[in-house]
Nanobody, 121 residues
Framework: QVQLVESGGGLVQPGGSLRLSCAAS????????MGWYRQAPGKQRELVAT???????NYADSVKGRFTISRDNAKNTVYLQMNSLKPEDTAVYYC???????????????WGQGTQVTVSS
């Protein structure tokens, strides 16, 4: 069984910063790409940023230059540093991880439970 637990959400004023964390635990053989998505009220879930095990990161145009995704492979943790936050960044943020639980098992995507980020004065 695998769990992804997010933390770091909250209320912040426009222009402020938050750092989200997402730790994967359980039966993990290999951890591949990890990422962050968000869902605002009345809208579909959208990609925010992804980071592979090796290689380049990818960002939504709306967050480029403001958000930074990183990971600590020793801790099976992915982070999202969010700077210059805007009211339109308000959403529930979800992390995901693509991983194998065994050497021969399939790559499966797991999701966290979500953490609320509210940007408001």
């Amino acid at each position: 069984q695998v769990q992804l637990v997010e933390s770091g959400g909250g209320l912040v004023q426009p222009g402020g910063s938050l750092r989200l964390s997402c730790a994967a635990s359980g039966r993990i053989f290999t951890l591949n790409a990890m990422g962050w998505y968000r869902q605002a009220p009345g809208k579909q879930r959208e990609l925010v940023a992804t980071i592979p095990a090796l290689g380049s990161t990818n960002y939504a145009d709306s967050v480029k230059g403001r958000f930074t995704i990183s990971r600590d492979n020793a801790k099976n943790t992915v982070y999202l540093q969010m700077n210059s936050l805007k009211p339109e960044d308000t959403a529930v943020y979800y992390c995901n991880a693509d991983l194998r639980s065994t050497f021969t098992g399939p790559v499966t995507r797991y999701w966290g439970q979500g953490t609320q980020v509210t940007v408001s004065s």
